[in-house]
Nanobody, 123 residues
């Protein structure tokens, strides 16, 4: 059974940093593209960034480019989202998901999802 478990969310002040983790079980994440998504109240779920399975290339969205970085630790079967220079508009529930193909903005391309972790950016 494939499971993805996100952790690392919390309350952080504007300008601060957080590291989110997406731990996988039942599937070796290194063979899949892994996307990070977020959903703020009243808004649609949107992609934040994705790391490819082929060469670990990153595909951050324009809203987080230069602030967020995604990386793998294959030994721990975990993908991280390093978030810095956080803004109040980054407040959302953050999810990770896997895709067998290349990174995509299409949420329907992702087959397994975690339960999400809340990130709140406020002073």
């Amino acid at each position: 059974q494939v499971q993805l478990v996100e952790s690392g969310g919390g309350l952080v002040q504007p300008g601060g940093s957080l590291r989110l983790s997406c731990a996988g079980s039942g599937r070796s994440l290194q063979h899949y593209a892994v996307g990070w998504f977020r959903q703020a109240p009243g808004k649609e779920r949107e992609i934040v960034s994705c790391i490819s399975s082929s060469d670990d290339s990153e595909f951050p969205s324009d809203s987080v480019k230069g602030r967020f970085t995604i990386a793998r630790d294959n030994a721990k079967n975990t993908v991280y989202l390093f978030m810095s220079h956080l803004k109040p508009e980054d407040t959302a529930v953050y999810y990770c998901a896997t895709e067998f193909g290349p990174c995509s903005d299409d949420l329907t391309e992702y087959d397994y999802w975690g339960q999400g972790t809340q990130v709140t950016v406020a002073s």
